[in-house]
């Protein structure tokens, strides 16, 4: 057995080890990037300054390049319409495929709960398939399909509805199903598990008291879902507002997302310290979103279901 | 199954025993099958307005399947079911006169208690002012007056069995459908619970069908009890009927505590039947019709309570009486239950009002007794 003094120690680093974990990988890199955010844009190596070394550099130095920090990329992301077009344009297109996405999935999700139980971990496995394939491969197929010799084009043709292909490539349109197809589990997964565990009964009492299948529905299984539907919304809506990969692979030059703008920041103008800001700034805006999320998070776990 | 044979009949409401009357619930050659599962097996039942009816049974035997199909959540597989001369085929369940109250209490865990209990009168569509005095109503009758506004898990198991209860009734529905409403709740308030829901019945004048496995539930509260056993009736009787004249074995074994003994029929005439018992050694004589021959197998049912247990032989060692020894007994406050080990073996039970303080028994373990009975005191059974 061991003795109290080692059992305390085991206690204590096994609380460490996730705080170690943030502080290593989120925080570090946090101020890193914080930093930077507060640098003057340099053509050198690495492209901003000041670089603090503290080693080498003494107290006098140090204050120097202290007060040569800057507030002035987060004046530009105020001042240039370019960032906060953006930033509306992600969040915009974000929301609506939230919104999209809800619809989309809630019937899912609800199909999926209703079905025999032995079907169930079929369904939720076909719903999670899709993730064993490379991301990045699954939005390239996208482009064989929505191209303008694409498949769709080719099905439509030959069906005879249009006779010149439609252009879906490189347009919001492309976005918006790009971010639907590959945040529907994201959504769908919270949703079933909520509305899998839900009692039976409680329609079966709906009923009984006068209710319609449908007033069952709106009256009861929707209002106990809301956590699931908060989770799922959330869970689609934070990844996407800083989604990169689909606009730049899916979306036109006029698809605006403050990823992409993000992106060029960083390496078509290797303007580091820009890019930093817009990351910060995109980081206190979802701070919002993420808080509710975890609010409801907690809610839920505290009302034990 | 004939009451005359109680002597005077004691309740006043009977009607099942009038030919004249109209059942509200007629149940006639219902079935449901589960697969290749038979879950209720051809039943057929009237059950009368005002009526409180129980349904006994064993778990599994198809109480709640029953239940289910009046209220609409399970279709019969066969035969039909009508409510005040309508029938149900077809009719869902929002749209029967019927409201249940859910083993499970089913409360709506996003709404305070007022707000459940005020559910079925917004789906009526009744106007404000009357569901808030309707709402208001129930809360007092179930005394959760000061509950109104929590929500169902800020309330205790009792509680929460009440709101559903004050649910199902706030409707006041032609008939309330009870799924074990008691189960949870522990001895005391069980008793109390039930004596409200009698108090209820009778203030409202509703019908009510209750589900238990609990035969002292059945027994208190109901005009007549179903026992079920395997998809079917055995029996349907009021209490006292059920307990004095039970038509199988199984039912007398089913309620309460009773003593089998088996013996071959040697007479049966003018309601005197004679079973010649290897069990007691002698002859057992007995009051009462049976369908039993000459020759056929038999069992006389009796009551520990109606079993005298002496120490001293009978002056007619060979008619109504069995010899043993004392193996056990049991203590249980207001009785004694005898366990006697019999001469020919076999056991025998007789219980013994404890109208004194027991400080030294009569009679102890290892005793030699004698068991007696009058030939009033049990029946004769042939299943
Ligand atoms: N939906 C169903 N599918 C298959 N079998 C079922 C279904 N519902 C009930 N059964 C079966 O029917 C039988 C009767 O069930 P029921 O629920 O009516 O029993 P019960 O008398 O209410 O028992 P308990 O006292 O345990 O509540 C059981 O054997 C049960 O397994
Ligand atoms: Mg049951």
Redesign the pocket.
Known sequence: MANPLQAQNRRWILTAIPYLWMVIFFLVPFFIVLKISFSNSEIAQPPYSPVFDFLTDGWDESLDKLTSLTTDNYLRLIQDSIYSSSYLSSLWIAGSSTVMMLFIAYPIAYGMARAPKSWRPTLVMMVILPFWTSFLIRVYAWIAILSEEGLLNSALAWLGVIDEPIQILSTNTAVYIGILYSYLPFMVLPLYSNLEKMDDSLIEAAKDLGCTQIGAFWRVTFPLSLPGVIAGCFLVFIPAVGEFVIPDLLGGSDTIMIGKTMWEEFFNNRDWPAASGVAIALLIILMIPIMIFQANEARQQEAGR | MSAKALGPVRRKFAPWNDPSAVPLIKIRDVSKA?GS?T?VNNVSLDIYEREFFALL?P???????LMRMLAGFETPSAGSISIAGEDLAGTPPHKRPVNMMFQSYALFPHMSVEKNIAFGLEMDKLPKGEITARVEEMLKLVKLETFAKRKPHQLSGGQRQRVALARSIAKRPKVLLLDEPLGALDKKLREETQFELLDLQMALGMTFVI?T?DQDEAMTMADRIAVMNHGQFVQISPPAELYEQPVSKYVADFIGDINLLEGRVTKNERGHIVLGSEVTGGRIESLGETVAGLGDKAWFAVRPEKVSIDLQPPNDPTVNTASGTVWDIGYVGDISVYHVKLDNGGTMRASIANTRRVVERPISWEDKVFLTWAPDSGIVLTK
Do not use: L, Q, R
């Not at chain 2, 778990?59 to 399947?65: A, D, H, I, L, V």
């Open positions: 589960f599962f879950a049974g778990s599994g035997c198809g109480k709640t399947t589900v496995h």
